[in-house]
């Protein structure tokens, strides 16, 4: 394919365009903030970035051009003068389309000798010019606040993907591919990356049935476009509940026991017979919480995970086309389809992965429950649970929160008090943790500037540059991180621009920085990344408001940030394989792996400092959330495992089977009895499951890659998390190579472990082995 896809990151790449300037800077032409102070004092940064507050950049004025000297915009989004309105956006992606086309009728023309040792470089660049629209739009999509942007950045996103996905069934380009690969003497002339590059092109052209009738390539262009179109509504749909609200007898819940100071709370219906309890928020938890009867708390909790008809209809729409789609494809499933070329290799790999997890926790969450099974057996006087089979089958998924209240009451232990822990790990603070344990084990540090006028989407964004101790500055991190109204909750992270060497024939960039490789003395690229979060900007005094972190946010935002520094690091010359371009089953190591650093007491210690003392986060209450944070640790694993297996029973080769009476409401319920673990056999929550879109048939991407950072951290980390030998291991095994570097490889360098690198059925066994987990 000209354009690969990875999970969870975005990624948009430069393109050469006549009336863009190259920016030449180094760490020192620009004023330096402490990081601290930047993210934690905002009277401080609105008066440092007085500029943005002060004008609208959501829409800017007048045409891109010429650029008219009476806008107030020093530039557009990401320093991309384009991007000062929507429909500048627009005009973007039309350029980009111009010269993608003029490129592609430049290499089906020229074929001499010297033009084809360029060839897979030029395939490269190609992918980079419609890479750069495509996710950006993903990104703009997502993430700008202005409805106009967003959608503009629909319209865009749908044109490009149907030029992109005609390029991937481009049998001229295909055939021009295959006889430069073919060609010993060109081959031999071509880079280690340029071969790699070629290869998984044309494995990814062969992939969308570049070999077929052209009747097949033009329904497999079609099929792709309805699931890129598909799973967006999906996607978009996902956060809805069926009904806003249930009824339920006001004499039911005021005889059910519930508290009375949580009915005083819930509004009633007309004739004022019944309460409506809402399916969403904190109310309906506290419903869950403290209500007795398990049949009302069994409604409550099937409306709050219940979708419209609507959306069910999507997710049938969108397995049934992946379907079609492997069907054309020859293959029995979209798993098969899907999972060609990643580290896991087949369905059977994968699901025998999973079956091992689930084998080795089931037991354990069973053990688990058991506090639940003991409690409610109690409760309803019924004999108490004696096997793992009998603690399951009483245990039901409502019963969850209600039970626990009521055994939290029970222990009378000190409660943590996520408002007194999160005292000690501000955003700032947090993200000087960050710089500091990155200078530590990578050699780099993070260091806030003021971005220019219109460079951001939000004020609220702080710009980080991304400085090596030797390289200068090598990337850089737009933070996107407190809450706003209509902003997406999940946290996400966007490769806006990857690193990649300048084309030689490139004069001026649309990037905003060029910097050189000291090492080699070649001109690069610098990454561009962008993480979004939602964090709660609290006043913890009159004069002061701070964002504090409780440490599942802290969690998060190290896992983001491994995404942002695998990006950083992963420096190659060519961008279809520069940082995390790579497998998607290997694309979450790096932020899993952080994860294991926002766990270790070292660290936490290290890296907290109290908003008003400074004082370190004392042990015992690091403690105490250890304890809070390990209740039904390994249920959670499970239920990470249940959704992994859905993910593929969802693209398996049954779908094919049943393509008229696809029921996916009776799959997931047949799947949960099946699993049987706080089993969901009431409520359509596979319909709000939206990675099924997003991962399809590779959810078991990030359980896969847990394991296998258990293993890393094992071995690298735990004696040391700020040991330098191995920060420097993990970088020159993992992180530098992007996808240029078979996974099986990196993690055998990394574990030391050279058996590994066959990737075979042992390799995989090794990996399934989960007791680490």
Known sequence: MIVRSVARSTRTF??????????????????????????????????????NYGVDTSMGKGLLSKFPPSTSLETGLFQNPFLISPQGLRKFSFESLSQAQALVEEMRTNRSSDDLKLYISKLDRLSDILCRVIDLCEFIRASHP???????????????????????????????????????????????????????????????????????????ISLSQQISLVGQEFINNTEFVRTNYIKIKCKTLEYSGINPLILKQLSRDIKGQHYKVPTYGFLAYSVLRSCPDEDVRRKIWTAMHDCSDKQISRLTQLVRLRASLAKIMGKSSFSQYQLEGKMAKSPKYVNDFLQSLVNVTRPKAAEELRIIADLKSKHLKIPHPKTEEDILKLVRPWDREFYSTIYALQQQRKTLNNEQLSSYFSLG??????????????????????????????????????????GGLIGVVYCDLFEREGKTSNPAHFTVCCSRQIYPDEKNLSTIQVGHSKQSGELFQLPVISLVCNFSIT??????????????????????????????????????????????????????????????????????????????????????????????????????????????????????????????????????????????????????????????????SYLFDRAIASKIWLHLFAEDPYCRASGQKFKESVLKWGGSRDPWECIADALDNKELSKGDEKAMEFIGDTTDI
Not at 32 to 51: G, L, M, P, S, T
Not at 184 to 198: D, H, Y
Not at 658 to 665: A, G, L, P, Y
Request: with cysteine; hydrophobic share 40%; proline share 3%.
């Open 14 to 51: 430069p393109v050469l365009l006549n009336c863009f300037r190259c920016l030449h800077i180094t760490p020192s032409a620009i004023k330096h903030h402490d990081i601290r102070k930047v993210f934690d004092d905002q009277n401080y940064w609105r008066e440092i970035n007085a500029a």
């Open 146 to 220: 202005n409805s106009q942007y967003v959608k503009a950045a629909q319209q865009c996103h749908e044109e490009m993907f149907e030029f992109m996905n005609i390029l991937n069934t481009d049998t001229t380009l295909c055939e021009i591919l295959k006889q430069v690969i073919r060609d010993k003497l060109i081959l031999g002339a071509l880079t280690s990356e340029e071969v790699k590059v070629g290869k998984i092109l044309l494995d990814d052209f062969e992939k969308s049935g570049i070999d077929m009738a052209p009747e097949v390539r033009e329904q497999f």
């Open 429 to 470: 603070a947090v993200m000087r943790g960050l710089s500091d344990l990155f200078q530590s084990i990578y050699g780099i540090r993070l260091e806030p500037v003021v971005p220019m006028t219109g460079e951001t989407w939000s004020p609220e964004v702080r710009r980080v540059n991304v400085v090596d101790e030797m």
């Open 539 to 700: 006043h913890v005094l009159a004069d002061q408001a701070l964002c504090l972190l409780h440490l599942n946010d802290v969690e998060t935002l190290f896992h983001e940030m491994g995404h942002a520094m695998h990006s950083m690091l992963g420096r190659t010359s060519l961008q279809n394989i520069s940082g995390t371009r790579c497998a998607t089953d290997f694309v979450e190591l790096p932020s899993i792996l952080m994860e294991h650093f926002a766990k270790d007491f070292r660290v936490l210690s290290k890296i907290s400092s109290h908003y008003e003392s400074n004082e370190k986060v004392p042990h015992e209450l690091l403690k105490l959330y250890q304890t809070e944070s390990n209740y039904l640790q390994h249920t959670e694993t499970f239920s990470q495992a249940k959704m992994a297996i859905l993910d593929q029973v969802m693209h398996s080769e049954e779908i094919l089977k049943n393509m008229h009476s696809t029921d996916v409401v009776e799959m997931y319920h047949t799947l949960e009895r099946k699993m049987n673990v706080l089993a969901d056999d009431q409520s359509t929550w596979c319909g709000k499951f939206g990675h099924l879109f997003g991962y399809g048939a590779t959810y078991y």
